[in-house]
Nanobody, 127 residues
Framework: QVQLVESGGGLVQAGGSSRLSCAAS????????MGWFRQVPGKEREFVAA????????YYPDSVKGRFTISRDNAKNTIYLQMNNLKPEDTAVYYC????????????????????WGQGTQVTVSS
């Protein structure tokens, strides 16, 4: 079974930056698309960023586009989320996710496309 472990969460002031990491193990990392989601109590888990298995393609929703960047280092079995110009509404638990089957080099945007999830890491943005 795939294991995903996030790190790098914490407290940051509005306008600041933070970087999250997600280390994967259990299968051939480079064969699978990956993504980041976030969740606040009482709300649905929200798509944040996606990256194709090679890293050649990425996708972001309007809420974070231009501020967040997803990347991957397949040699280290790790993906990253660089977050700049953080806003209080970015406060959430952030989750790393991995696709369930190898596919062509595409991005996956839906929660049901990701059967493997990390434990989550809290990001708090103060006003």
């Amino acid at each position: 079974q795939v294991q995903l472990v996030e790190s790098g969460g914490g407290l940051v002031q509005a306008g600041g930056s933070s970087r999250l990491s997600c280390a994967a193990s259990g299968r051939t990392f480079s064969s699978y698309a990956m993504g980041w989601f976030r969740q606040v109590p009482g709300k649905e888990r929200e798509f944040v960023a996606a990256i194709s298995r090679s890293g050649a393609k990425t996708y972001y929703p309007d809420s974070v586009k231009g501020r967040f960047t997803i990347s991957r280092d397949n040699a280290k079995n790790t993906i990253y989320l660089q977050m700049n110009n953080l806003k209080p509404e970015d406060t959430a638990v952030y989750y790393c996710a991995a696709a369930g089957v190898p596919t062509r080099d595409v991005v996956l945007l839906q929660r049901f496309e990701y059967p493997y999830w990390g434990q989550g890491t809290q990001v708090t943005v103060s006003s």
